[in-house]
C-alpha cells in the first residue's frame, strides 16, 4: 500500500510508514485486540489520526488476516450500509478465490447493479432492497465472511453515523450479529465522542462493555520533534529542535495541523527553515481561511460568538460558568453560556476533552480558527 508521496509532509492520505510518525503503543493494543478477537472501539477528535492509524495497521497486521475498510460517513440507511460494505468486499476477495467466488455468485443471485468506477476500473456494488432486506442481507454477507478460511478484520470508519440512520434500533440489530461472529472482528472508528461514548459505553446501549476502547490523543511531543527534523533531514533540509517546539506549539500538537504546516514550512524553504519561516506560512494559513471564519461568525450569534472568543484567549477553560470567567468576559449569566455551549458543541467549533489528570475542559476545536480568533 505504501505509493512515493510528493513531500515528506502528507495531508490528505495515507502513503505508508515512512511518513507516519510513532502510534508504536497504539498499533501494539489494536494487534493484541485482533488477536485476542476483541473488537475496538476508536475514539478521537477530529484529524487527529484515526484514519491513518487504521491505514498504519494494515501495514502491522499478518498476512493471515484479511482486512477490510470502510467509510460510512456518505451513508444514510442500512441499504448504503450494505451497498459500502459489499464494495468493499468486493474490492479486497477478488473473484478466483474460494470466498470471492460465494460472495459474487451471492450478488449475482440477488442482482444487485455492478459498476465499474471508470477511473480506477474498481467495482461498485449497487442494492436496492427494501428497509428489511437490507437487514437480511448485512447478516447474510457477514456470515459468509465468517466462514472465510481467513480470519477477518473489519474497520468501520465514521461509525457514529449509524446513529442517524433511520431505521430504529440499527446498533442493537449489528450488535447482535456481531456477537455470533467467531471469525470475523472490528474496529468501530468515530470523532463524535459523545455519540461513541454513548454508543459503547452506556449501560442502556446494545454495544455496552462488547468492546475495548483506543482512545487517540496528541502524539508524544518529543518523538513528534524528532521525527519532524529527520523528515526534513531526509530530504537534504534542516531545521532546528526549538523551531519544530515552536511549530508543535502553535499547532497544539494536532495531528493535521501539524502535518499541514510543516507541509508549508517545508516545501518554501530552501536550506533550512527558521522561526520567520514558520510565522509566515502559519498567517498565511490563516489569511487563506478567513473567509470561512468569516462564515463562521454569521453563522453565530453575538453571543456565541462572544463566548468562542473568550474561550480561544483562555485557550483552556475548565469551569466555564465560574465567576472568575463571566466577570473576566462580562457575561451576563452562567445560564446563556451553558446555551450558547451548547450549541457551539452540537456545530463542532469547541470541543470538550479531558487533560491528563483527567479533568474536563472547553477549547476551540479547529486550531486555525483559535489562533486567528485569539489575534482579534
Ligand atoms: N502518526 C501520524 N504521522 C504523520 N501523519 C499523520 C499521522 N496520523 C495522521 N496523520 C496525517 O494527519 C492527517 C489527519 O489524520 P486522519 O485523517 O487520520 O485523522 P482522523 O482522525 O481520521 O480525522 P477525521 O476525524 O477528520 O476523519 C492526515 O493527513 C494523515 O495522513
Ligand atoms: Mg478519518
Same mark, same amino acid.
Given at each position: 500500500?505504501?505509493?512515493?508521496?510528493?513531500?515528506?509532509?502528507?495531508?490528505?492520505?495515507?502513503?505508508?510508514?515512512?511518513?507516519?510518525?510513532?502510534?508504536?503503543?497504539?498499533?501494539?493494543?489494536?494487534?493484541?485486540?485482533?488477536?485476542?478477537?476483541?473488537?475496538?472501539?476508536?475514539?478521537?477528535?477530529?484529524?487527529?489520526?484515526?484514519?491513518?492509524?487504521?491505514?498504519?495497521?494494515?501495514?502491522?497486521?499478518?498476512?493471515?488476516?484479511?482486512?477490510?475498510?470502510?467509510?460510512?460517513?456518505?451513508?444514510?440507511?442500512?441499504?448504503?450500509?450494505?451497498?459500502?460494505?459489499?464494495?468493499?468486499?468486493?474490492?479486497? *476477495?477478488? $473473484?478466483?478465490?474460494?470466498?470471492?467466488?460465494?460472495?459474487?455468485?451471492?450478488?449475482?443471485?440477488?442482482?444487485?447493479?455492478?459498476?465499474?468506477?471508470?477511473?480506477?476500473?474498481?467495482?461498485?456494488?449497487?442494492?436496492?432492497?427494501?428497509?428489511?432486506?437490507?437487514?437480511?442481507?448485512?447478516?447474510?454477507?457477514?456470515?459468509?465472511?465468517?466462514?472465510?478460511?481467513?480470519?477477518?478484520?473489519?474497520?468501520?470508519?465514521?461509525?457514529?453515523?449509524?446513529?442517524?440512520?433511520? $431505521?430504529?434500533?440499527?446498533?442493537?440489530?449489528?450488535?447482535?450479529?456481531?456477537?455470533?461472529?467467531?471469525?470475523?472482528?472490528?474496529?468501530?472508528?468515530?470523532?463524535?465522542?459523545?455519540?461513541?461514548?454513548? *454508543?459503547?459505553?452506556?449501560?442502556?446501549?446494545?454495544?455496552?462493555?462488547?468492546?475495548?476502547?483506543?482512545?487517540?490523543?496528541?502524539?508524544?511531543?518529543?518523538?513528534?520533534?524528532?521525527?519532524?527534523?529527520?523528515?526534513?533531514?531526509?530530504?537534504?533540509?534542516?531545521?532546528?529542535?526549538?523551531?519544530?517546539? $515552536?511549530?508543535?506549539?502553535?499547532?497544539?500538537?494536532?495531528?493535521?495541523?501539524?502535518?499541514?504546516?510543516?507541509?508549508?514550512?517545508?516545501?518554501?524553504?530552501?536550506?533550512?527553515?527558521?522561526?520567520?519561516?514558520?510565522?509566515? $506560512?502559519?498567517?498565511?494559513?490563516?489569511?487563506?481561511?478567513?473567509?470561512?471564519?468569516?462564515?463562521?461568525?454569521?453563522?453565530?450569534?453575538?453571543?456565541?460568538?462572544?463566548?468562542?472568543?473568550?474561550?480561544?484567549?483562555?485557550?483552556?477553560?475548565?469551569?466555564?460558568?465560574?465567576?472568575?470567567?463571566?466577570?473576566?468576559?462580562?457575561?451576563?449569566?452562567?445560564?446563556?453560556?451553558?446555551?450558547?455551549?451548547?450549541?457551539?458543541?452540537?456545530?463542532? *467549533?469547541?470541543?470538550?476533552?479531558?487533560?491528563?489528570?483527567?479533568?474536563?475542559?472547553?477549547?476551540?476545536?479547529?486550531?486555525?480558527?483559535?489562533?486567528?480568533?485569539?489575534?482579534?
Amino acid at each position: 500500500m505504501s505509493k512515493k508521496s510528493p513531500t515528506p509532509f502528507p495531508t490528505t492520505t495515507y502513503y505508508g510508514p515512512e511518513y507516519f510518525c510513532d502510534r508504536d503503543d497504539e498499533i501494539q493494543s489494536l494487534k493484541n485486540n485482533i488477536n485476542n478477537h476483541q473488537s475496538t472501539t476508536l475514539i478521537a477528535i477530529r484529524r487527529m489520526g484515526k484514519t491513518g492509524l487504521i491505514n498504519h495497521l494494515q501495514h502491522h497486521i499478518s498476512k493471515d488476516w484479511e482486512t477490510i475498510y470502510i467509510d460510512i460517513l456518505s451513508t444514510e440507511n442500512l441499504n448504503d450500509l450494505l451497498n459500502s460494505l459489499s464494495t468493499a468486499i468486493l474490492k479486497t *476477495l477478488p $473473484e478466483k478465490t474460494k470466498i470471492g467466488q460465494k460472495i459474487w455468485d451471492f450478488f449475482k443471485s440477488l442482482h444487485v447493479t455492478l459498476s465499474y468506477d471508470p477511473l480506477s476500473g474498481e467495482p461498485n456494488v449497487s442494492f436496492n432492497l427494501k428497509q428489511n432486506e437490507s437487514k437480511t442481507q448485512i447478516r447474510n454477507l457477514l456470515n459468509m465472511l465468517d466462514q472465510h478460511h481467513k480470519p477477518v478484520l473489519i474497520a468501520i470508519d465514521e461509525f457514529q453515523q449509524i446513529t442517524s440512520y433511520p $431505521e430504529k434500533g440499527t446498533d442493537a440489530y449489528l450488535r447482535t450479529i456481531v456477537q455470533q461472529l467467531k471469525n470475523v472482528v472490528f474496529i468501530f472508528s468515530g470523532s463524535q465522542q459523545h455519540i461513541m461514548h454513548d *454508543l459503547f459505553s452506556n449501560p442502556s446501549k446494545p454495544f455496552f462493555r462488547s468492546t475495548a476502547f483506543l482512545h487517540l490523543e496528541q502524539i508524544d511531543f518529543a518523538i513528534y520533534q524528532n521525527f519532524i527534523v529527520q523528515q526534513f533531514e531526509k530530504y537534504k533540509k534542516k531545521i532546528d529542535k526549538e523551531v519544530v517546539a $515552536e511549530i508543535l506549539n502553535w499547532t497544539n500538537v494536532h495531528t493535521y495541523y501539524v502535518q499541514l504546516l510543516c507541509n508549508r514550512v517545508f516545501s518554501s524553504s530552501k536550506k533550512e527553515a527558521t522561526t520567520k519561516t514558520w510565522q509566515e $506560512e502559519a498567517s498565511r494559513l490563516l489569511k487563506e481561511q478567513e473567509m470561512v471564519f468569516f462564515t463562521y461568525r454569521e453563522m453565530l450569534t453575538k453571543a456565541q460568538w462572544k463566548l468562542i472568543k473568550a474561550i480561544a484567549k483562555e485557550g483552556k477553560v475548565y469551569s466555564i460558568t465560574s465567576s472568575a470567567f463571566i466577570q473576566k468576559y462580562a457575561f451576563g449569566s452562567s445560564s446563556g453560556i451553558i446555551r450558547s455551549l451548547q450549541s457551539l458543541l452540537k456545530k463542532e *467549533l469547541i470541543n470538550k476533552q479531558y487533560d491528563e489528570d483527567g479533568k474536563q475542559y472547553y477549547s476551540v476545536y479547529d486550531v486555525l480558527f483559535l489562533r486567528w480568533l485569539e489575534a482579534l
